[in-house]
């Protein structure tokens, strides 16, 4: 039966506290996000009762109901008619609410609020990427050859995706330049000028920096006579455009509140380029890729130190970040992983984290007798984790009963502990779960496999195992809701 967003729409509104209780609303990919008034008006119990609600909680201020892909669009549409509301981006309600957080929360919606808009870009030039990693690896499917070698005539269709793949990495700077510089209150096209001026073809490309530094051969702009500025891009890279883009916005919003408005146009854009581009080439760019550098060989060497303590602790808590929002971190260490190294060993184990929460969703629906709403959600969550999108796995199924989501955090565990040991890394960022494998390196691909073979059976039997005591003790959710 088709759903009614509106009646959804409005049976939340009412559980909240009416419109009057809502300040602002947005949405990411599963969760309507909001920003209220009084939190202490908020019915939770009636909120979780919603036809398609997965679950609900706060977070940093902000307010948030667990819908899924797809509908959370739908629902949100009415909600924001029928609460009177303009729409508002994720960030606008993050700020609204972001009054109660510490340090290290600002710092993560930092990071949330720049790199949720332009994740769809990143994880198509992920699958792209993989698909190209097939093509092009010699044996996987015919002894001793590549697809293309075999097949001549898929030159130029690998040619083609190979392109497309890449301009997502190779322009990564301009993309992240963009959503930054919108984040902290500057000039969206501002933000792309500078995203491109540090992939400029004149600079020498980032990934050929280090051979050229050890041969002596960088190439420099000579300054008046009076010092030298590298000219070296900075492709891939995360923190050179991120601290570009803040400095960017303050000169600019500083110009601007001095600048008369007749001269605006002519004065605030061109000072704030030619500044901030001197900047970032000069000082910014150089001491952001060293810290990026120390990031990167940080997390390397102690992974290959000590890479079972590594794994256990990343495949334990990563679900349990996600809950938190802390997760999004991780995709600028994965970008700088992949700048740095050529690879990253921390998106695999949370494509397996993915795929074990999806498991216990999936036991979960076999436990469940007698509610058909509950294994409805089960089953349809199960499949969201295993595409990448763990919310209404974790919230609408794992986390209510607890111990699904500790068997998947197990799992994960597992999974992490077996493909850290066997050096499985990843060439890009992909979707997190099944299609995982078409971003891993070639010759790790069945290693691989055989981790989400783990995360898949690992928290299927201990939630299976598990869920008879907790029948027995009445605990499980559906005892509580049916």
Same mark, same amino acid.
């Given at each position: 039966?088709? $759903?009614?967003?509106?009646?959804?729409?409005?049976?939340?509104?009412?559980?909240?506290?009416?419109?009057?209780?809502?300040?602002? =609303?947005?949405?990411?990919?599963?969760?309507?996000?909001?920003?209220?008034?009084?939190?202490?008006?908020?019915?939770?119990?009636?909120?979780?009762?919603?036809?398609?609600?997965?679950? =609900?909680?706060?977070? *940093?201020?902000?307010?948030?109901?667990?819908?899924?892909?797809?509908?959370?669009?739908?629902?949100? $549409?009415?909600?924001?008619?029928?609460?009177?509301?303009?729409?508002?981006? #994720?960030?606008?309600?993050?700020?609204?609410?972001?009054?109660?957080?510490?340090?290290?929360?600002?710092?993560?919606?930092?990071?949330?609020? #720049?790199?949720?808009?332009?994740?769809?870009?990143?994880?198509?030039?992920?699958?792209?990427?993989?698909?190209?990693?097939? !093509?092009?690896?010699?044996?996987?499917?015919?002894?001793?050859?590549?697809?293309?070698?075999?097949?001549?005539?898929?030159?130029? !269709?690998?040619?083609?995706?190979?392109?497309?793949?890449?301009?997502?990495?190779?322009?990564?700077?301009?993309?992240?330049?963009?959503?930054?510089?919108?984040?902290?209150?500057?000039?969206?096209?501002?933000?792309?000028?500078?995203?491109?001026?540090?992939?400029?073809?004149?600079?020498?490309?980032?990934?050929?920096?280090?051979?050229?530094?050890?041969?002596?051969?960088?190439?420099?702009?000579?300054?008046?006579?009076?010092?030298?500025?590298?000219?070296?891009?900075?492709?891939?890279?995360?923190?050179?455009?991120?601290?570009?883009?803040?400095?960017? *916005?303050?000169?600019?919003?500083?110009?601007?509140?001095?600048?008369?408005?007749?001269?605006?146009? @002519?004065?605030?854009?061109?000072?704030?380029?030619?500044?901030?581009?001197?900047?970032?080439?000069?000082?910014?760019?150089?001491?952001?890729?060293?810290?990026?550098?120390?990031?990167?060989?940080?997390?390397?060497?102690?992974?290959? $130190? #000590?890479?079972?303590?590594?794994?256990?602790?990343?495949?334990?808590?990563?679900?349990?970040?996600?809950?938190?929002?802390?997760?999004?971190?991780?995709?600028?260490?994965?970008?700088?992983?992949?700048?740095?190294?050529?690879?990253?060993?921390?998106?695999?184990?949370?494509?397996?984290?993915?795929?074990?929460?999806?498991?216990?969703?999936?036991?979960?629906?076999?436990?469940?007798?007698?509610?058909?709403?509950?294994?409805?959600?089960?089953?349809?969550?199960?499949?969201?984790?295993?595409?990448?999108?763990?919310?209404?796995?974790?919230?609408?199924?794992?986390?209510?009963?607890?111990?699904?989501?500790?068997?998947?955090?197990?799992?994960?565990?597992?999974?992490?502990?077996?493909?850290?040991?066997?050096?499985?890394?990843?060439?890009?960022?992909?979707?997190?779960?099944?299609?995982?494998?078409?971003?891993?390196?070639?010759?790790?691909?069945? @290693?691989?496999? #055989?981790?989400?073979?783990?995360?898949?059976?690992?928290?299927?039997?201990?939630?299976?195992?598990?869920?008879?005591?907790?029948?027995?003790?009445?605990?499980?959710?559906?005892?509580?809701?049916?």
């Amino acid at each position: 039966m088709k $759903a009614d967003y509106r009646q959804i729409a409005a049976e939340i509104l009412d559980a909240i506290g009416g419109k009057d209780n809502v300040d602002k =609303a947005a949405h990411c990919v599963t969760r309507l996000r909001l920003s209220l008034k009084d939190q202490s008006k908020v019915d939770e119990a009636r909120v979780k009762e919603v036809d398609l609600v997965k679950g =609900a909680f706060e977070n *940093s201020g902000v307010y948030q109901i667990v819908i899924g892909a797809g509908d959370v669009d739908r629902v949100y $549409a009415e909600f924001i008619k029928l609460a009177g509301l303009e729409a508002a981006t #994720v960030a606008e309600v993050k700020s609204a609410g972001g009054k109660k957080m510490n340090p290290l929360q600002k710092l993560v919606k930092v990071f949330s609020d #720049v790199f949720m808009p332009i994740i769809p870009a990143i994880i198509v030039a992920g699958l792209l990427m993989g698909i190209n990693n097939l !093509l092009a690896s010699e044996g996987l499917f015919i002894d001793g050859k590549t697809l293309i070698e075999a097949y001549p005539n898929l030159q130029g !269709l690998w040619d083609l995706i190979n392109m497309m793949a890449n301009t997502s990495f190779v322009f990564l700077p301009a993309l992240v330049g963009w959503s930054a510089t919108k984040r902290f209150g500057g000039s969206e096209v501002l933000g792309i000028v500078m995203g491109l001026l540090l992939v400029h073809p004149d600079l020498l490309n980032a990934w050929g920096y280090g051979t050229a530094a050890l041969e002596g051969e960088v190439p420099t702009f000579d300054i008046l006579g009076l010092f030298e500025i590298e000219k070296v891009g900075y492709q891939g890279q995360i923190l050179p455009v991120l601290a570009a883009a803040y400095i960017l *916005s303050q000169i600019e919003m500083f110009l601007k509140k001095r600048v008369p408005n007749a001269i605006q146009l @002519l004065v605030v854009p061109i000072t704030t380029i030619v500044v901030t581009g001197f900047l970032a080439l000069a000082i910014v760019g150089p001491v952001t890729r060293g810290i990026g550098n120390v990031i990167a060989t940080g997390l390397v060497n102690t992974f290959e $130190a #000590v890479p079972v303590v590594g794994a256990l602790l990343f495949g334990l808590f990563y679900a349990p970040l996600v809950v938190t929002g802390m997760h999004h971190l991780f995709i600028a260490i994965d970008l700088q992983l992949i700048a740095d190294t050529g690879g990253t060993f921390i998106w695999p184990m949370i494509a397996l984290s993915n795929i074990a929460q999806g498991s216990a969703a999936l036991a979960m629906f076999f436990v469940y007798k007698h509610n058909a709403k509950q294994k409805s959600m089960a089953s349809t969550s199960a499949i969201s984790a295993y595409f990448g999108i763990t919310e209404p796995a974790m919230f609408g199924v794992n986390l209510p009963n607890k111990f699904p989501f500790y068997s998947a955090m197990i799992g994960s565990a597992i999974a992490a502990i077996f493909i850290t040991l066997n050096d499985v890394q990843a060439i890009a960022i992909g979707v997190g779960g099944l299609p995982g494998f078409l971003s891993i390196f070639t010759d790790k691909i069945l @290693l691989f496999i #055989v981790g989400m073979v783990i995360a898949i059976i690992v928290p299927f039997a201990l939630t299976f195992i598990l869920s008879k005591r907790y029948m027995k003790k009445g605990e499980l959710e559906e005892n509580k809701v049916a």
